[in-house]
T-cell receptor, first 114, second 114 residues
Framework: DGGITQSPKYLFRKEGQNVTLSCEQN?????MYWYRQDPGQGLRLIYY???????QKGDIAEGYSVSREKKESFPLTVTSAQKNPTAFYLC?????????????FGPGTRLLVL | AQSVTQLGSHVSVSEGALVLLRCNYS??????LFWYVQYPNQGLQLLLK??????LVKGINGFEAEFKKSETSFHLTKPSAHMSDAAEYFC????????????FGKGTTLSVSS
């Protein structure tokens, strides 16, 4: 079955620690996205990538980093610079087009701070 | 910049009643518009989208939405609510250009009582 997988489902971060969230897709999509979801805030864009080895900052990129070395993979690192990382993180992918493309979402990773 | 406003963070209906979830966008040029649904601790699933083909859009699970340019609205409706419709619903907008990510509203939680 084609789809998007995210791991782990739950992730715990200690003070000053960097953690990496995994996102893999087998839909052959060129574009991939990372969103952060907080209660009552909707989804906010962290980073997105239209092609391999290229990515752009979204609205709340500070304290996060990404890489896009393979078409299928778009990992997100939450660095120690992100002072309020507790949230639900959603990865999505889509084909490239003119804005009308459906974004397909993974099941999410919930990040909690110890 | 584009923005999306969802009126009412929480809507409660009885089973069998009409569901109406409101969404207004800000743009002088009609964008692409989407409605997504999210069940607890899961990713988002597309319900329907408007891409200029028809102003009344039918989606999955009996939902539909009507694009009204004069009102800059894209409200979501369902004639008869079912208990399984209880979830969080997000309206999103995308500009008509390549490489744009979605801009989401803050979401509306739908509760359905028997």
């Amino acid at each position: 079955d084609g789809g998007i997988t995210q791991s782990p489902k739950y992730l715990f971060r200690k003070e000053g620690q960097n953690v990496t969230l995994s996102c893999e897709q087998n839909l052959n999509h060129d574009a991939m996205y990372w969103y952060r979801q907080d209660p009552g805030q909707g989804l906010r864009l962290i980073y997105y990538s239209q092609i391999v080895n290229d990515f752009q900052k979204g609205d709340i990129a500070e304290g996060y980093s990404v890489s896009r070395e393979k078409k299928e993979s778009f990992p997100l690192t939450v660095t120690s610079a992100q002072k309020n990382p507790t949230a639900f993180y959603l990865c999505a992918s889509s084909i490239q087009g003119q804005g009308q493309e459906t974004q397909y979402f993974g099941p999410g990773t919930r990040l909690l701070v110890l | 910049a584009q923005s999306v406003t969802q009126l009412g963070s929480h809507v409660s209906v009885s089973e069998g009643a009409l569901v109406l979830l409101r969404c207004n966008y800000s743009s002088s040029v009609p964008p692409y518009l989407f409605w997504y649904v999210q069940y607890p601790n899961q990713g988002l699933q597309l319900l329907l989208k408007y891409t200029s083909a028809a102003t009344l859009v039918k989606g999955i699970n009996g939902f539909e939405a009507e694009f009204k340019k004069s009102e800059t609205s894209f409200h979501l409706t369902k004639p008869s609510a079912h208990m399984s419709d209880a979830a969080e619903y997000f309206c999103a907008v995308s500009e008509k250009q390549a490489g744009t990510a979605l801009i989401f509203g803050k979401g509306t939680t739908l509760s359905v009582s028997s």
